[in-house]
């Protein structure tokens, strides 16, 4: 019997960090990044945030080049970790799943104070210092002509957690089929090197 791809899963945290770090890495993101797109993704989850929904998007739009959010994220938190009053970087057109810029933004805000993104249509969400996030009613799933702020507004009321992540069978076989391309492929010399290199035994 076989499960449905529309079907859910709960995982651990550890899980769903770690898959989403080997499937980032197994895309073609540097380990470095595929590092930070697991802690992103855990980031979100523990905020009770769709994050299942914009890892898979994602993952669909392609990972890495000027359009990644995690890549783009990553570079924000090195700009706000070098200067905290340096200007914010421009946000790329286009730029898809921009759910996943929110724990990168929260990286630039924990100093203190309050980043936003605004669009077209007025302000699309903002993290405080705390990792409260509020949307407004710019919030797309697509990030075309937005740009990042220094906010003054006053930190958002604590928001709801929730308790583990749940995904869908088929995200988690995208997921697994990601990761796979980080394995070694079997051979002698890899079979001849498996394991430790002296006896646990007593």
Not at 184 to 195: L, M, N, Q, T
Request: contains cysteine.
């Amino acid at each position: 019997m076989t499960q449905s791809d529309s079907q859910v899963i709960e995982l651990s945290f550890f899980e769903w960090r770690a898959q989403v770090a080997k499937a980032a890495r197994g895309a073609g993101l540097p380990w470095g990044h595929a590092e930070e797109a697991g802690w992103a993704a855990d980031w979100l989850v523990h905020r009770g945030l769709p994050a299942a929904d914009w890892v898979a998007t994602w993952l669909r739009g392609g990972v890495g080049g000027p359009t990644c959010p995690v890549a783009f994220g990553v570079g924000l938190s090195d700009c706000c970790a070098g200067d905290p009053a340096s200007g914010l970087p421009t946000v790329p057109a286009d730029l898809p799943a921009p759910g996943l810029l929110l724990p990168f933004m929260w990286r630039c805000a924990s100093g203190g104070g309050t980043i936003a993104l605004r669009g077209p249509e007025g302000l699309a969400a903002r993290v405080d210092a705390m990792g409260e996030v509020t949307f407004g009613p710019g919030w797309a799933g697509v990030a075309r002509g937005w740009s990042l702020w220094r906010d003054d507004a006053p930190p958002a009321a604590p928001g709801r957690l929730t308790p583990r992540p749940v995904v869908t069978v088929a995200l988690m076989k995208t997921l697994a089929g990601l990761a796979l391309r980080t394995m070694v492929p079997a051979s002698e010399i890899s079979r001849a090197d498996a394991g430790a290199a002296v006896s646990d035994n007593d």
